[in-house]
């Protein structure tokens, strides 16, 4: 267990829909990653956020959004659902301290079908 | 971040050591290398990571060359379970905030499939 919890774990929608996907990043990390796996594309990384900021963007479509909360929390957003967007979303957070490894801890993972 | 390159697929019998190679010829001084692992469809792990010396930890060895352009990952007895994606990963160290340490992104390729079988 990473301590990265990610809701729902699995959804199946219909194109055109919209979808909202939580993460609960490990306590007192300040940091948040959303990244997709889709079959063809591998882990693709979509955004980060730092306390509340975003900090970095990736590959992330227009229809897709996210943001950090105050309580640290982040969720995802996507709108225009395609049958493309069938993917595996990861959220991941990471340490913060002088010290730390920098590694990342990753969430299960939340599974998104679109028919 | 540095780019890596690593085989497509290996494969290591059951209790052997699995040697997982990666080059990342390009690598800047202030990058360090991550390995990270993928069991079918679960989130990617953090195994270990280093800057320029060899590390080991409860889960594998780490070695880096001189020259930081290749690495080798070593699990010392690999199981069935160590099957999974491996992944080489070159990226900046940390930069010092406010708030604690803020470390970027981790850019994943396509990694090393291993299969550990019986």
């Known amino acids: 267990d990473s301590g990265v919890t990610q809701t729902p774990k699995h959804l199946i929608t219909a194109t055109g829909q919209r979808v909202t996907l939580r993460c609960s990043p490990r306590?007192?990390?300040?940091?948040v990653y959303w990244y997709q796996q889709s079959l063809d594309q591998g882990l693709q990384f979509l955004i980060q956020y730092y306390n509340g900021e975003e900090r970095a963007k990736g590959n992330i479509l227009e229809r897709f959004s996210a943001q950090q909360f105050p309580d640290l929390h982040s969720e995802l957003n996507l709108s225009s659902l395609e049958l493309g967007d069938s993917a595996l979303y990861f959220c991941a957070s990471s340490v913060v301290s002088g010290g730390a490894s920098g590694e990342l801890f990753f969430g299960e993972g939340s599974r998104l079908t679109v028919l | 971040d540095a780019k890596t390159t690593q085989p497509t697929s290996m494969d290591c019998a059951e209790g052997r050591a699995a040697n997982l190679p990666c080059n990342h010829s390009t690598i800047s001084g202030n990058e360090y290398v991550y390995w990270y692992r993928q069991i079918h469809s679960q989130g990617p792990q953090y195994i270990i990571h280093?800057?320029?010396n060899n590390e080991t930890n409860e889960m594998a060895s780490l070695i880096i060359t001189e020259d930081r352009k290749s690495s080798t990952l070593i699990l010392p007895h690999a199981t069935l379970r160590d099957t999974a994606v491996y992944y080489c990963i070159v990226r900046v160290a940390g930069v010092h905030e406010a708030g604690g340490t803020s470390y970027g992104k981790l850019t994943f390729g396509q990694g090393t499939i291993l299969t550990v079988h019986p």
């Open positions: 306590s007192g990390d300040l940091s």
């Open positions: 280093g800057l320029k």
